[in-house]
């Protein structure tokens, strides 16, 4: 309704009736129309507005709900990684302790305790795997001494004997 208000005052204007061109610009139809056309700018500048709150709102929550489930996450994983670290901690403690006792029975002069076999190449399967070897060799070694200290009481008795023989005779 303006555009055609406009056009009819621009052939006002080109007929040379500036009078009638001036009536039809300040008059109450183009007043209404400007308002008119105000209102659906506010309208629009509103639906606008109330839009981008709702899309504000919406990204808002969905940020806090990311942000709640990172730190959800976060924590479900920190928990989880102290109880590994618990648990390694108690099967590391568990197996220093049996080998601390172990060498404490040796100390005692029990050489018939032994480490558990397990398989794997941590430190502490090799220190099991070495301390069996070493409580083997030790024992293989105090066999050792004691055939050959047996050995050498049959020969010091034999040679005694021999002693007392040839005593005798003479």
Known sequence: ALIKLEEASFAAVAEGDLRKAQEIMLGNKYEEGKKIIVENIKKFEHAVLEAAEEKSAETFAILTTLILACTGSIMLLSVIFIFIIVFLFRGITRSVHTIDDMFAKIA??????SAPEYEGNSEIFTLFRSTNTFIVNISE?????????DELATSNNQLASTMEELSSTF
Request: no cysteine.
């Open 141 to 149: 070694i105090l066999r050792n001494v004691s055939s050959a200290s």
């Open 108 to 113: 005692d002069g029990d050489l018939t305790v």
